[in-house]
Every structure is written in C-alpha cells, then in structure tokens.
C-alpha cells in the first residue's frame, strides 16, 4: 500500500529554519514524484514545491512565494523528500501535507493529480 507520512513541523520564530520529511513506504522515488502544499486557516491549498521522479530527470519546481527561501531534497536510500524551510515568515504558518504520484516521465506541476496524501503537520510561525 502506497503512503506517505510527514514529519518535522512545530512552532518557530519568524526568521527561522525548519525541515519537514515526507517518507514514502509502499512505493519508491525513482518513478512518482513528491510534491509539497500547505493549508493555511481560511485559504486555499497551496503548492509549494515538487520534485519529478529520478527517471523523469528529477526536475524541480517551487511557487514564487517560497523561492529562494525552501529547498525540496531527496535522500533514496531513505525513500524520503525533504522540505527545507528558511526565513519563514508568520504566513507561512499552516498545515504542510505532501503527496506522491506515479511519474515515469515529464516534469511535475501543482495541478497534476496527485493520488497519495499524508495526515499533514503543523508549522506554526509566531514569536
């Protein structure tokens, strides 16, 4: 059974850094990407960041809000994507889930379907 489970939120101030984990199980990463999104109270999911598989040449994309502030990683051996967060500011604050979907080839997108989600974790950014 394919699943993917977060890890690593918390409660930082604002200019901190954080790192949450998206381990796969069921699956690996050389063929489904991992993508990023975060759910803040009262807005919309947001994309964040997503990586394409290994065989689809592991492209990587990210929204204009986190660019130069997060950097998405993938440790194979691990079967896991990382989700480094810097700078971050109190909007950024919400539930951070991460979602996985068969990717042989093609870069991956926001909109893609993405078939397998996490229960989410909760980054708080507040001083």
């Known amino acids: 059974q394919k699943q993917v489970v977060e890890s690593g939120g918390g409660l930082v101030q604002p200019g901190g850094s954080l790192r949450l984990s998206c381990a796969a199980s069921?699956?690996?990463?050389?063929?489904?990407?991992i993508a990023w999104f975060r759910q803040a109270p009262g807005k919309e999911r947001q994309g964040l960041s997503c990586i394409s598989s290994m065989s689809s040449g592991s492209n990587i994309l990210y929204a204009d809000t986190v660019k130069d502030r997060f950097t998405i990683s993938r440790d194979v051996a691990k079967n896991t994507v990382y989700l480094q967060m810097g700078d971050l500011k109190p909007e950024d604050g919400g539930i951070y889930y991460c979602?996985?979907?068969?990717?042989?080839?093609?870069?991956?997108?926001?909109?893609?379907?993405?078939?397998?989600w996490g229960q989410g974790t909760q980054v708080t950014v507040s001083s």
């Open positions: 069921g699956f690996t990463l050389d063929y489904h990407a």
């Open positions: 979602a996985a979907r068969r990717n042989a080839f093609g870069p991956c997108e926001f909109s893609d379907r993405w078939d397998n």
